[in-house]
């Protein structure tokens, strides 16, 4: 049974219960996901955030079942909208895919059609989804250029994606996840390719389209500065399982689990001496095709136990809508001022 964390009691928007993935086309099954449980209210932005090999990407993708099927063992509940997305038919599915959740990918340049231009590729979505004409298609997408601040919109309509810029690509990619009006956005790292400027211009644009859309957002990022700004929520993946969850200033101010506090430490920080090193996390993640039997992080964390080795820590409450699966929550709690 999985351990609740107490929070609003509005039904969530999305509802992941027990998501495991499993990729089987190796010499050996590869459980990338094993059990997550995460829960998005409508105008929420939940951020995913751990090393990469964690399992965010791979759980954002599930969400809209872009695993091969062959090859791809995916177990446990997705509901999105009241729709459980792991039972729906092919049909349903390209419905589902662009008019109820739509994803922003890591790269627009590989996301992209490179053979036609970005505006007839969000018309082409438009019409797929909505029985409207080219030319009301066009003209939506022409809105969304405008909302998203391309320059010169009504021109780079007519643009092929090698003709745009890094930020600009990643602008129109943004529209065509929006043509269609999803309700729920997956955006997968969406600003790794840019430059410290424009990562930030996104940031902000995606914070105040998601405000004004009302949109939930599940945010997968291994910045956790991004994650600050961008989230109301954020849950901390290692191994493929959720490790701590909670609000995002929560989080960063009162982190409860090792590996959280470990990234936070690894990071640049304004109090940071100049010239300083950076802290570091011991040790490399573990092979997620031969898990041990404990808790994943025990063999890098500094305050493992022997317990730690041999039991599999459920998630535990910490106060309202914050819980961290670990066993050593006594020795990570805020120590009372003398």
Same mark, same amino acid.
């Given at each position: 049974?999985? *351990?609740?964390?107490?929070?609003?009691?509005?039904?969530?928007?999305?509802?992941?219960?027990?998501?495991?993935?499993?990729?089987?086309?190796?010499r050996?099954?590869?459980?990338?996901?094993?059990?997550v449980?995460l829960?998005?209210?409508?105008?929420?932005?939940v951020?995913l955030i751990?090393?990469?090999g964690?399992?965010?990407?791979?759980?954002?993708?599930?969400?809209?079942r872009?695993?091969?099927p062959?090859?791809?063992?995916i177990?446990?509940?997705m509901?999105?909208?009241?729709?459980d997305?792991?039972?729906?038919?092919?049909?349903?599915?390209?419905?589902?895919?662009?008019?109820?959740?739509?994803?922003?990918?890591?790269?627009?340049?590989?996301?992209?059609d490179?053979?036609?231009?970005?505006?007839?590729?969000?018309?082409?979505?438009?019409?797929?989804?909505?029985?409207?004409?080219?030319?009301?298609?066009?003209?939506?997408?022409?809105?969304?250029?405008e909302?998203?601040?391309?320059?010169?919109?009504?021109?780079?309509?007519?643009a092929?994606?090698?003709?745009m810029?890094?930020?600009?690509?990643?602008?129109?990619?943004i *529209?065509?996840?929006?043509a269609?009006r999803?309700?729920?956005?997956?955006?997968?790292?969406?600003?790794?390719?840019?430059?410290?400027?424009?990562?930030?211009?996104?940031?902000?644009?995606?914070?105040?389209?998601?405000?004004?859309?009302?949109?939930?957002?599940?945010?997968?990022?291994?910045?956790?500065?991004?994650?600050?700004?961008?989230?109301?929520?954020?849950a901390?993946?290692?191994?493929?399982?959720?490790?701590?969850?909670?609000?995002?200033?929560?989080?960063?101010?009162?982190?409860?689990?090792?590996?959280?506090?470990?990234l936070?430490?690894?990071?640049?920080?304004?109090?940071?001496?100049?010239?300083?090193?950076?802290a570091?996390?011991?040790?490399?993640?573990?092979?997620?095709a031969a898990?041990?039997?404990?808790?994943?992080?025990?063999?890098?964390?500094?305050?493992?136990?022997? *317990?730690?080795?041999?039991?599999?820590?459920e998630?535990?409450?910490?106060?309202?809508?914050?819980g961290?699966?670990?066993?050593?929550t006594? *020795?990570?709690?805020?120590r009372?001022?003398?």
């Amino acid at each position: 049974m999985r *351990a609740a964390v107490g929070g609003p009691t509005e039904a969530p928007f999305v509802d992941i219960q027990g998501l495991t993935v499993t990729f089987t086309g190796g010499r050996k099954p590869v459980q990338a996901v094993g059990g997550v449980d995460l829960q998005v209210r409508r105008g929420e932005v939940v951020a995913l955030i751990g090393e990469s090999g964690s399992g965010k990407s791979v759980t954002l993708r599930s969400l809209l079942r872009l695993h091969p099927p062959r090859r791809t063992q995916i177990g446990g509940r997705m509901l999105v909208g009241g729709q459980d997305v792991l039972a729906l038919p092919p049909a349903q599915l390209a419905d589902y895919r662009g008019r109820v959740a739509s994803m922003i990918f890591q790269e627009p340049l590989l996301a992209l059609d490179p053979v036609y231009t970005v505006g007839a590729q969000i018309v082409e979505s438009i019409r797929r989804h909505e029985d409207v004409s080219r030319d009301a298609a066009r003209a939506r997408a022409l809105e969304l250029f405008e909302r998203v601040r391309i320059p010169s919109p009504a021109r780079r309509l007519d643009a092929y994606p090698h003709e745009m810029s890094g930020g600009m690509r990643q602008r129109a990619m943004i *529209a065509l996840a929006l043509a269609c009006r999803p309700q729920l956005l997956l955006a997968d790292e969406p600003t790794t390719a840019l430059d410290a400027t424009v990562q930030i211009q996104v940031l902000l644009l995606l914070r105040e389209l998601q405000r004004e859309l009302g949109l939930a957002v599940v945010f997968v990022t291994h910045d956790i500065g991004a994650a600050v700004e961008v989230a109301d929520r954020i849950a901390v993946m290692y191994a493929g399982r959720i490790v701590e969850e909670g609000p995002a200033r929560v989080l960063i101010r009162e982190p409860r689990h090792p590996y959280t506090m470990a990234l936070l430490q690894s990071r640049a920080h304004g109090a940071m001496a100049k010239g300083g090193r950076l802290a570091t996390i011991p040790g490399a993640p573990p092979d997620l095709a031969a898990l041990p039997p404990g808790c994943a992080f025990a063999e890098r964390c500094a305050l493992a136990a022997d *317990a730690c080795h041999q039991t599999r820590p459920e998630l535990i409450p910490l106060a309202p809508d914050h819980g961290a699966r670990c066993l050593r929550t006594d *020795a990570t709690a805020p120590r009372a001022a003398a």
